[in-house]
């Protein structure tokens, strides 16, 4: 049977990239631009799956997680939130609000395909397992996967690297391995310009062409932020 994904995000680049990830999978995607229309459409569509953003316009991503958990019908739902690189996540808020996983952005599509594809076969050996007679879980308390690790034998990462075909794809691993730097002391403000040089010197145009796409519209959104903020305080 055809899975349907409802994606909610107001980035158009993030919603044709998923798009086309999954144009050859066996996955329905439903696309929204903001909170609000997610929430609408998950009573229309019915998803099997959630992507939500946690910064957008309407609801956030971290909201329309909790209503999914509230939902009578749909609170079994998994919710995988999705995190700008420049984005500051919170972890705690994610678990408050019943979040399954999350990935960051920009993601390899192969990835994305696998993160899902194991939080829906989670889900469904939830659904399908037999149910041990024992107290009904307090009403707060969401039913679906929690986002924290599962056990060994179905476990869900709680994030997936910006991109999961190559662990240390900015060679960063071999720069700190060359040169370690003590926890027990500060960094200097020239050790940190060697580093950061050092750091460019490994990207090459092919990682460099596949983050921008993502990271300018992510800087942004964040001046953007910060300028409304600043005049609404003024």
């Known amino acids: 049977m055809r899975q349907t994904i409802l994606l909610a995000d107001d980035s158009p680049t993030i919603r044709r990239l998923v798009i086309h990830t999954f144009a050859d999978a066996d996955f329905k995607i439903v696309e929204v631009s903001n909170g609000d229309a997610a929430i609408k459409a998950l009573d229309e569509t019915r998803p099997h799956l959630v992507m939500a953003d946690i910064y957008m316009p ?3 991503g971290y909201e329309v997680c909790a209503y999914v958990r509230h939902h009578p019908a749909l609170n079994p739902t998994p919710v995988i939130l999705l995190v700008g ?3 500051a996540f919170d972890e705690e808020r994610a678990k408050r609000s019943g979040a399954t996983a999350s990935i960051t952005k920009p993601f ?8 899902v594809k194991s939080v829906l076969r989670v889900a469904t050996e939830q659904a399908t397992a037999p149910r041990e007679t024992a107290a009904p879980p307090a009403a707060s308390q969401p039913s679906a996967v929690p986002f924290e690790p599962a056990a060994a034998s179905a476990q869900i990462p709680l994030a997936v690297a910006a991109v999961a075909t190559d662990d240390d794809l900015l060679g960063l691993g071999a720069i700190f391995q060359e040169e370690p730097i003590a926890q027990s002391r500060s960094i200097s403000e020239e050790e940190m310009d060697r580093i950061a040089d050092r750091v460019i010197q490994k990207l090459s145009t092919q990682v460099i062409e596949s983050i921008a796409w993502d990271i300018v519209p992510d800087i942004t959104n964040k001046i953007l932020r910060e300028e409304l903020k600043r005049i609404d305080e003024s």
Not at 108 to 115: C, H, Q, V
């Open 58 to 60: 309407g609801k956030n």
């Open 85 to 87: 690189a420049f984005d």
């Open 108 to 115: 390899e599509p192969g990835g994305l395909i696998d993160l």
